[in-house]
């Protein structure tokens, strides 16, 4: 694929997943992860998103940042650190074809159980929190997607759709952060060449874009439908990803 058309196709990604993540909470992770696999492999893919992550969350934190719960934020952060690095390594010794169908089938784990469990019993909020950072930590390292988890979260604790969104944004930047601090440390992706700093430029400039947008158009487009179309593009991106991934192999 000519290199303006990888550069043009991952602003695109991040514009879209910026958005959705401004109007329903979710949405960088689920759609940027698999479509980066697939243009620049699964390693620095992952990377990359972990790295829009961090832009993103902290570019919306910003805008609601009176509804965060602080609490339930240092909670889940700090548990994602037990499942973080061994996330990490996972990553720098898998090869490059297992790694892009571990990307895509967590994706898709992720979408059936989030989608599937509609009807979840009540759950203790601490123990939930702690469980869902360990797991949320994993996925996020691995695959660049802690949604998941942290919807599960909120429909097993009742979790209110505001406080939820707003506190998801800090969430998702301090693991972004924390996992691409480990995967530098650990020199994940060797094995694939870097992104051209283009690419790098252009989904930083799409989260900003897309977090001005998607504030604008916030009051146009309900949450439940702006998760739903997340859902459905994250699933078209990882179905590529394994069927790529099963491919190469």
């Known amino acids: 694929?000519?290199?303006?058309?990888?550069?043009?196709?991952?602003?695109?990604?991040v514009?879209?997943?910026?958005?959705?993540?401004?109007?329903?909470?979710?949405g960088v992770g689920l759609v940027v992860a698999p479509v980066l696999s697939l243009l620049i492999g699964p390693a620095h893919g992952v990377l990359v998103t972990n790295a829009v992550t961090t832009v993103s969350g902290s570019t919306l934190t910003l805008q609601a940042r009176k509804q965060v719960n602080w609490r339930r934020y240092a909670v889940i952060v700090l548990s994602a650190l037990?499942?973080?690095?061994?996330?990490?390594?996972?990553?720098?010794?898998?090869?490059s074809a297992w790694l892009q169908i571990v990307v895509g089938g967590v994706v898709l784990l992720g979408l059936g159980v989030t989608v599937g469990l509609r009807h979840l019993p009540p759950a203790p909020e601490r123990p939930t929190n702690l469980i869902t950072g360990v797991f949320g930590g994993l996925c996020n390292v691995t695959a660049g997607v802690a949604a998941a988890a942290m919807v599960i979260n909120a429909r097993l604790t009742n979790w209110a759709q505001v406080s939820?969104?707003?506190?998801?944004?800090?969430?998702?930047?301090?693991?972004g952060a924390l996992s691409v601090a480990a995967k530098l440390l650990l020199d994940v992706g060797g094995g694939e060449d870097?992104?051209?700093?283009?690419?790098?430029?252009?989904?930083?400039?799409?989260v900003f874009v897309g977090a001005w947008l998607g504030?604008?158009?916030?009051?146009?487009?309900?949450a439940p439908v702006?998760?739903?179309l997340a859902l459905v593009l994250a699933?078209?991106?990882?179905?590529?990803?394994?069927?790529?991934?099963?491919?190469?192999?």
């Open 226 to 228: 702006a998760r739903r």
């Open 82 to 95: 037990v499942g973080l690095i061994p996330g990490a390594v996972l990553v720098a010794i898998l090869p």
């Open 164 to 175: 939820y969104a707003a506190t998801m944004q800090p969430v998702f930047a301090t693991m």
């Open 215 to 222: 504030g604008r158009i916030a009051r146009y487009v309900p």
């Open 194 to 206: 870097w992104p051209s700093p283009w690419l790098a430029a252009v989904a930083i400039l799409a």
């Open 15 to 26: 514009l879209v997943g910026t958005v959705l993540q401004r109007l329903s909470g979710t």
């Open 235 to 249: 699933a078209l991106g990882a179905a590529a990803a394994v069927v790529r991934g099963v491919t190469t192999l």
């Open 1 to 13: 694929m000519p290199h303006v058309w990888t550069v043009a196709i991952a602003g695109v990604a």
